[in-house]
């Protein structure tokens, strides 16, 4: 009995609504028994004509509300990456402050993701923060309550900053894309190259004074793929009207449960963290 309530369970959070068999059903000609055809008349006879019927007025359709920037790959909107890629840049480079940013984001619409993703996730923070964390891709937690590190993840992040002189209101959060791929699927390369001037643009004008990128994507998409997670070593991410900023790559806190190699290492990279805070505040 227990099984059974968890595969129920399981088919309504996957949205399951129909029952299917092992054999094909042609749903189109369902109930088709159920309805009848007109007889037809009798030849014999000489046809009535039916009363004439005035066809209804033409009603003019709803005009539909044109978005501010058309759907990438969609019919007489944008069709290569180039221009996505373009039109990224240019929204993110008009955004002057953060607020603008979180405008800009909610507004573009030449990214798949943003079509299938329930909430755009925005930065979230003081500007000029002693650290900005940036997340992985974000999770379903994320993306249903439309709040950066929400769920599991934040309470586990909430665990990694116990140590640390500093609290979550006082450090900048954001993920490395505003929409959740569908599934969680990874994003695509295409993807990662449109979302990145928002990332880029929103690390300008949070200013914070030091990176700490969780998990691979926020590395791959900022510092290269050969960046390794487990380097523990600040480096430079040199952004234009924002100069050199130390960042450094991490493992991402939803790993604390992978293994003990796992929390070892992220344990290190946070006494990193802990010591250069207190040296350099």
Same mark, same amino acid.
């Given at each position: 009995?227990?099984?059974?309530?968890?595969?129920?369970?399981?088919?309504?959070?996957?949205?399951?609504?129909?029952?299917?068999?092992?054999?094909?059903?042609?749903?189109?000609?369902?109930?088709?028994?159920?309805?009848?055809?007109?007889?037809?008349?009798?030849?014999?006879?000489?046809?009535?004509?039916?009363?004439?019927?005035?066809?209804?007025?033409?009603?003019?359709?709803?005009?539909?509300?044109?978005?501010?920037?058309?759907?990438?790959?969609?019919?007489?909107?944008?069709?290569?990456?180039?221009?996505?890629?373009?039109?990224?840049?240019?929204?993110?480079?008009?955004?002057?402050?953060?607020?603008?940013?979180?405008?800009?984001?909610?507004?573009?619409?030449?990214?798949? /993701?943003? =079509? *299938?993703?329930?909430? %755009? !996730? +925005?930065?979230?923070? @003081?500007?000029?923060?002693?650290?900005?964390?940036?997340?992985?891709?974000?999770?379903?937690?994320?993306?249903?309550?439309?709040?950066?590190?929400?769920? /599991?993840? =934040? *309470?586990?992040?909430? %665990? !990694? +900053?116990?140590?640390? @002189?500093?609290?979550?209101?006082?450090?900048?959060?954001?993920?490395?894309?505003?929409?959740?791929?569908?599934?969680?699927?990874?994003?695509?390369?295409?993807?990662?190259?449109?979302?990145?001037?928002? !990332?880029?643009?929103?690390?300008?004008?949070?200013?914070?004074?030091?990176?700490?990128?969780?998990?691979?994507?926020?590395?791959?998409?900022?510092?290269?793929?050969?960046?390794?997670?487990?380097?523990?070593?600040?480096?430079?991410?040199?952004?234009?009207?924002?100069?050199?900023?130390?960042?450094?790559?991490?493992?991402?806190?939803?790993?604390?449960?992978?293994?003990?190699?796992?929390?070892?290492?992220?344990?290190?990279?946070?006494?990193?963290?802990?010591?250069?805070?207190?040296?350099?505040?």
């Amino acid at each position: 009995m227990h099984d059974a309530l968890s595969l129920l369970r399981l088919y309504t959070e996957w949205g399951v609504d129909t029952a299917v068999t092992d054999t094909a059903t042609d749903h189109r000609l369902s109930g088709a028994g159920a309805h009848h055809l007109p007889r037809l008349p009798n030849p014999g006879k000489p046809r009535q004509s039916a009363p004439a019927v005035q066809a209804p007025p033409m009603v003019a359709p709803h005009t539909l509300r044109q978005n501010p920037t058309p759907a990438a790959g969609s019919e007489g909107g944008i069709t290569s990456l180039g221009e996505s890629i373009a039109l990224a840049q240019q929204a993110a480079a008009q955004a002057s402050t953060p607020d603008a940013l979180r405008t800009a984001m909610e507004q573009f619409d030449a990214c798949s /993701l943003r =079509g *299938t993703a329930m909430h %755009t !996730l +925005l930065p979230s923070g @003081p500007t000029n923060a002693p650290l900005m964390l940036i997340g992985e891709a974000p999770d379903a937690d994320e993306d249903r309550s439309g709040h950066v590190f929400a769920g /599991l993840c =934040g *309470t586990l992040l909430d %665990t !990694l +900053l116990a140590p640390l @002189p500093l609290e979550r209101s006082q450090l900048t959060l954001a993920t490395a894309l505003p929409w959740r791929p569908p599934g969680g699927r990874p994003p695509s390369d295409a993807e990662q190259r449109i979302c990145l001037p928002f !990332l880029h643009r929103a690390i300008t004008l949070f200013a914070p004074r030091r990176l700490v990128l969780c998990g691979r994507l926020p590395a791959t998409m900022l510092l290269g793929k050969d960046t390794p997670t487990t380097r523990r070593e600040w480096g430079t991410l040199a952004l234009p009207g924002l100069g050199d900023v130390p960042v450094l790559a991490m493992r991402h806190p939803l790993q604390l449960r992978a293994s003990p190699t796992a929390r070892r290492e992220i344990w290190q990279t946070l006494m990193l963290v802990m010591k250069t805070l207190r040296d350099t505040p």
